[in-house]
């Protein structure tokens, strides 16, 4: 007996993965503006702040276009060649295994840095600058269903 609830299409593969990388976005940007008004009710000056969040955009503009958009497509590539997608494959196994890690140490790390405003900051700069590369390198989930290669 075969389980055909597992069984889906390429482009919903795509938007799954789409789904994680904007929820990826939501996430560390809302973490990295918590950590950045910890860091402004401590009374740190604002332009540390203001430093911080260009910065974090400037960054993450660089990741985006050198990391992140490399690393998208290539998992866009993995889809596509899949010969019978299943839910589960819209990204690879150490993917998810990567992403528990990274939650737990986003969870684990404020509590260890508290108090601690330079290393506050500079968490906040790592939190932006990854929120800013998903959502510059999002593109590559849409450019191809635009350009009609997905609608089959």
Not at 93 to 111: C, D, E, I, N, T
């Amino acid at each position: 007996m075969k389980i055909r609830l597992l069984n889906t299409s390429h482009l919903m593969l795509k938007r799954l993965a789409a789904l994680v990388w904007y929820i990826g976005v939501l996430v560390l940007a809302f973490k990295s503006g918590s950590l950045m008004l910890v860091v402004d009710k401590a009374e740190t000056h604002r332009l540390w702040i203001i430093l911080a969040f260009g910065i974090g955009i400037l960054i993450g503009w660089v990741k985006a276009k050198y990391m992140f958009e490399r690393l998208c497509l290539k998992n866009l590539k993995r889809i596509y060649a899949l010969k019978k997608p299943r839910i589960w494959q819209f990204y690879r196994p150490r993917f998810f295994v990567f992403l528990f890690l990274m939650v737990s140490l986003g969870k684990y790390l404020p509590g260890l840095i508290e108090g601690n405003n330079l290393m506050l900051i500079l968490l906040a700069i790592l939190e932006l600058s990854i929120a800013v590369a998903l959502l510059i390198s999002s593109h590559c989930f849409w450019k191809r269903m635009i350009q009609n290669k997905d609608l089959k």
